[in-house]
């Protein structure tokens, strides 16, 4: 199976301050078609996980600019731009390539 | 808009049998994969299963392998996960999703005596 790693597990950020957050792959995520199968969602309390970034670095419909993602083979961040009260919630990558599909654990991000 | 709506979900003793269903809407079903994915608070988010747009290839976890079964009704625009043997680990909200996009709100099974 795939591991996927993530850091930090848990963040607080000033409002308006930037803030990442990384995904390591225990194998490339990079499959023949070109394609990146790495993910990135956020899980507001109550919520199902919410698509922000799919393939890497594409910003799902709807997902403010403020957040990106980048990376390749087994490295990968999400970034935040500026962080809004709203953003506040559980961070997860997660890896289609192949099943299993895993899953980070998570990393709680809060404002201080 | 996208609509996956779970239900099925309850309180069932350990080796008990529940079926959970999930109905779609928005979108044209039988051209999608289908995929059920749980959560618990203590191992997070866990894929349980994947089924092809025809239903002819589908794909378990290993923690389910053997006794659960995924299906669809293309007919009917519906999932489906049929679940035996059923553990206290088991006990977990199920999503039902058209990933890696569209997720349901979920169904809770709870899996104790």
């Known amino acids: 199976d795939i591991v996927m790693t993530q850091t930090p597990l848990s963040l607080s950020v000033t409002p308006g301050q930037p803030a990442s957050i990384s995904c390591k792959s225990s194998?490339?995520?990079?499959?023949?078609?070109?394609?990146?199968?790495l993910y990135w969602y956020l899980q507001k309390a109550g919520q199902p996980p919410q698509l922000l970034i799919y393939e890497a670095s594409n910003r799902f419909s709807g997902v403010p600019d403020r957040f990106s993602g980048s990376g390749s083979g087994t490295d990968f961040t999400l970034k935040l731009s500026r962080v809004e009260a709203e953003d506040v919630g559980l961070y997860y990558c997660m890896q289609r390539l192949q099943p299993p599909w895993t899953f980070g654990q998570g990393t709680k991000v809060e404002i201080k | 808009e996208v609509q996956l709506v779970e239900s099925g979900g309850g309180l069932v003793q350990p080796g008990g049998s529940l079926r959970l269903s999930c109905a779609a809407s928005g979108f044209t079903f039988k051209n999608y994969a289908m995929t059920w994915v749980r959560q618990t608070p203590g191992k997070g988010l866990e894929w349980v299963s994947s089924?092809?747009?025809?239903?002819?290839?589908?794909y378990y976890a290993d923690s389910v392998k053997g006794r659960f079964t995924i299906s669809r009704d293309n007919s009917e625009n519906t999932l489906y996960l049929q679940m035996n043997s059923l553990r206290a680990e088991d006990t977990a909200l199920y999503y039902c999703?058209?990933?890696?996009?569209?997720w349901g709100q979920g169904t809770l099974v709870t899996v104790s005596s």
């Open positions: 089924i092809d747009e025809s239903g002819g290839l589908t």
């Open positions: 999703a058209n990933a890696p996009a569209y």
């Open positions: 194998q490339s995520l990079l499959y023949s078609d070109g394609k990146t199968y």
